[in-house]
């Protein structure tokens, strides 16, 4: 049942890279295309995060461990292959993650959290540690973003959460009986 596991995550953390990697593209033209939008959008443009459908999937499925190595991963990957590696969007990303990862981990196990909850709780993490390292490396006006951002994380927490509770309906059967 390993080979059948690990084949599995790989096909789930390839999947988290192409999803994070079109969103990814499809924010920039937006940005580009629509350059009023840049000063509500940042730099970086604004994402719903739909890579952590997988994340949460792992979660739920396999435990904090695995999910916590698609998150790592999928970071890495996707900063290797869109060459910002060490840079600002990687900073941002991975301590955003870890901050997800931690939310969305303590608040599972906590009654009355639904994954959309858990997933809400984790975007709105993921906000903040992305703020957080902005401020850091690029200035503390940068917490005029918080906001709007804030705000913005929570539906598309809720989306991404619900998208999260359709894959594992759809994944579970594959996994089968033993998780």
């Given at each position: 049942m390993e080979t059948k596991r690990l084949?599995?995550?790989?096909?789930?953390?390839?999947?988290?890279?192409?999803?994070?990697?079109?969103?990814?593209?499809?924010?920039?033209a937006v940005t580009t295309t629509v350059p009023f939008l840049m000063p509500f959008l940042g730099?970086?443009?604004?994402?719903?995060?739909?890579?952590?459908?997988?994340?949460?999937?792992?979660?739920?499925l396999y435990g904090k461990?695995?999910?916590f190595a698609i998150l790592f991963l999928r970071v890495f990957l996707v900063a290797l292959g869109t060459g910002t590696l060490l840079g600002v969007p990687f900073f941002t990303g991975l301590v955003g993650g870890m901050l997800a990862y931690a939310a969305m981990v303590t608040f599972r196990h906590l009654p009355g959290f639904s994954i959309i909850s858990v997933s809400v709780m984790g975007a709105?993490?993921?906000?903040?540690?992305?703020?957080?390292?902005?401020?850091?490396?690029?200035?503390?006006?940068?917490?005029?973003?918080?906001?709007?951002?804030?705000?913005?994380?929570?539906?598309?927490?809720y989306f991404v959460g619900r998208l999260a509770e359709r894959m594992i309906t759809i994944v579970s059967p594959v996994v089968g009986p033993e998780h």
């Open positions: 084949t599995l995550l790989s096909v789930l953390l390839a999947l988290s890279v192409v999803i994070n990697i079109v969103e990814r593209i499809v924010m920039a730099a970086g443009g604004l994402r719903l995060g739909i890579a952590n459908v997988v994340v949460l999937t792992v979660l739920y461990r695995d999910a709105v993490a993921h906000v903040v540690g992305q703020i957080l390292v902005a401020m850091v490396i690029v200035g503390p006006f940068v917490i005029f973003y918080f906001p709007l951002m804030f705000l913005l994380s929570i539906p598309a927490g």
